[in-house]
């Protein structure tokens, strides 16, 4: 039987099994020769079935990717994968039925978990990785939501917020 308590338990075991990977690949970043154009670092979560995956985008202000086309290979711009598809919950396949019977009735509960969770778990790698020092706004969010977390300012924020 699926419980949300042990369906979040297992997601925190599984992506903690990545946290040392995730704040490797920030702990690399952290050097990067950022173009002077970009105004904006945007680190984007893609979700699917129990994988997860996040890459870095580096944006304007008006939300489009910044890309450098000269020839100075020092110079980063464009998108960057910080973590490729992650497992974070196995389920075997004789369970599924049952589980997304299980989903469906708690939607709702298991989503605001799941995000939070998520987060939790990005903002204390973050953190271990000394991300803080990435001299530009940056922003954390869930590919195709209407909000992005603030990783200087440590909130929420709605997407106008993050392009003003």
Sequence with gaps: ????????????????????NLIKNIKEILDLNYYNEIEILDFTVFIQPFELSIMMFSMDKEANEVFYEGNDSKIFAGSHEILGEIEYFD??????????????????????????????????????????????????????????????????????????
């Design 91 to 164: 389920l075997q396949d004789d369970k599924m039925d049952e589980f997304w019977e299980f989903f469906e009735q708690n939607d709702k509960i298991i989503s605001k978990a799941e995000e939070q969770t998520i987060l939790q778990w990005f903002v204390d790698c973050w953190k271990k990785a000394k991300g803080e020092s990435i001299k530009l706004p940056v922003y954390f969010c869930f590919h195709d939501d209407d909000k992005s977390f603030d990783l200087i300012n440590m909130e929420w924020i709605s997407d106008e917020g993050k392009w003003a």
């Design 1 to 20: 039987m699926f419980t949300t308590e042990n369906y979040i338990s297992t997601l925190k075991i599984n992506l903690e099994k990545n946290s040392v």
